[in-house]
């Protein structure tokens, strides 16, 4: 049971990196963007073609696809999501939708349906005893850090720098900042850069531990937005804290009963919204 707990909180590193980029979207944003999942395929395949033509290591990869996520996250905001967030609050729901199957589809059209992922060579076998009969998996531990890593950079640039007051004034009101000699719009695409740029980590992260396909978008969506809402929308540490949460609760559970692992992740989601629904680490708004 130890082990399925140290288990759980090195998967709770991959969720909590799933989730930052939802996380500060919904933020900064107020949307829920519904391609999340798929944007991290994108970057998981874009890995792939990377690695394959420039005959480099996925790792370094990371160098030519976090900025050509950011780009595509910044280009998506200023072409399709601002418009949508003038249209009303609904809006931007069914044009992420909509994303997200255009981008289903256009990977099965580009890469088929076949399984892949991203040769982690012996960083995918490496591992550290701690005794006990418990041992943690050098890329999983890897994972965990960059994951932790990434929240406190966004936490201290949202709360030490002037871009983060920006962020952070244009979501509370951005009339309001527009009049103070902000643009929401740049701010907003921004915003989203930053966020897709965490997703293309999450996506070579994931491709390393595991393997995916151009339809596996939705169960990290699925995820992702369970680790978000049990932390509490909003709050980058309660989604660190949520991964966490969900990852333990998926390991013990397959403890358990091996078919119980993902189950017992939705029921201890369920538990958390009935009885906290504002989330483990948000204050509930007052009225």
């Given at each position: 049971?130890?082990?399925?707990?140290?288990?759980?909180?090195?998967?709770?590193?991959?969720?909590?990196?799933?989730?930052?980029?939802?996380?500060l979207?919904?933020?900064?944003?107020?949307?829920?963007?519904?391609?999340?999942g798929?944007?991290?395929?994108?970057?998981?395949?874009?890995?792939?073609v990377?690695?394959?033509?420039?005959?480099?290591?996925?790792?370094?990869s990371?160098?030519?696809?976090?900025?050509?996520?950011?780009?595509?996250?910044?280009?998506?905001?200023?072409?399709?999501?601002?418009?949508?967030?003038?249209?009303?609050?609904?809006a931007?729901?069914?044009?992420?939708?909509?994303?997200?199957?255009?981008?289903?589809?256009?990977?099965?059209?580009?890469f088929?349906?076949?399984?892949?992922?991203?040769?982690?060579?012996?960083?995918?076998?490496?591992?550290?005893?701690?005794?006990?009969?418990?041992?943690?998996?050098?890329?999983?531990?890897?994972?965990l850090?960059?994951?932790?890593?990434?929240?406190?950079?966004?936490?201290?640039?949202?709360?030490?720098?002037?871009?983060g007051?920006?962020?952070?004034?244009?979501?509370?009101?951005?009339?309001?900042?527009?009049?103070?000699?902000?643009?929401?719009?740049?701010?907003?695409?921004?915003?989203?850069?930053?966020?897709?740029?965490?997703v293309?980590?999450?996506?070579?992260?994931y491709?390393?531990?595991?393997t995916?396909?151009?339809?596996?978008?939705?169960?990290?969506?699925?995820f992702?937005?369970?680790?978000?809402?049990?932390?509490?929308l909003?709050?980058?540490?309660?989604?660190?804290?949520?991964?966490?949460?969900?990852g333990?609760?998926?390991?013990?559970?397959?403890?358990?009963?091996?078919?119980?692992?993902?189950?017992?992740?939705?029921l201890?989601?369920?538990?958390?919204?009935?009885?906290?629904?504002?989330?483990?680490?948000?204050?509930?708004?007052?009225?």
């Amino acid at each position: 049971m130890i082990n399925a707990v140290v288990q759980g909180i090195l998967l709770g590193g991959v969720y909590a990196l799933f989730a930052c980029g939802l996380s500060l979207v919904f933020g900064v944003l107020r949307i829920v963007n519904l391609a999340h999942g798929d944007l991290t395929v994108l970057a998981a395949f874009l890995a792939v073609v990377v690695t394959g033509v420039l005959g480099v290591g996925p790792l370094v990869s990371l160098v030519v696809v976090v900025p050509a996520v950011a780009l595509l996250g910044y280009v998506l905001q200023r072409v399709l999501l601002q418009r949508s967030l003038e249209a009303g609050e609904l809006a931007p729901l069914l044009v992420t939708f909509g994303l997200s199957i255009v981008l289903q589809n256009a990977l099965l059209q580009t890469f088929s349906a076949d399984t892949r992922s991203l040769p982690a060579g012996d960083l995918g076998t490496a591992g550290i005893a701690l005794g006990g009969g418990v041992q943690i998996g050098v890329l999983a531990l890897l994972t965990l850090v960059v994951a932790v890593a990434v929240l406190a950079g966004l936490q201290l640039l949202l709360a030490r720098t002037a871009l983060g007051r920006a962020m952070r004034a244009t979501s509370d009101d951005p009339e309001t900042a527009e009049l103070m000699g902000l643009d929401p719009r740049r701010v907003y695409a921004t915003a989203t850069a930053l966020a897709l740029a965490t997703v293309a980590l999450a996506g070579v992260f994931y491709g390393l531990r595991g393997t995916f396909t151009p339809t596996l978008g939705p169960q990290i969506l699925i995820f992702a937005f369970e680790a978000v809402i049990i932390g509490g929308l909003g709050s980058l540490w309660g989604t660190l804290a949520g991964g966490l949460v969900l990852g333990v609760a998926q390991t013990v559970g397959a403890q358990i009963q091996p078919s119980y692992g993902v189950l017992a992740g939705h029921l201890v989601f369920l538990l958390v919204l009935a009885v906290r629904p504002q989330g483990l680490f948000r204050k509930a708004a007052t009225r």
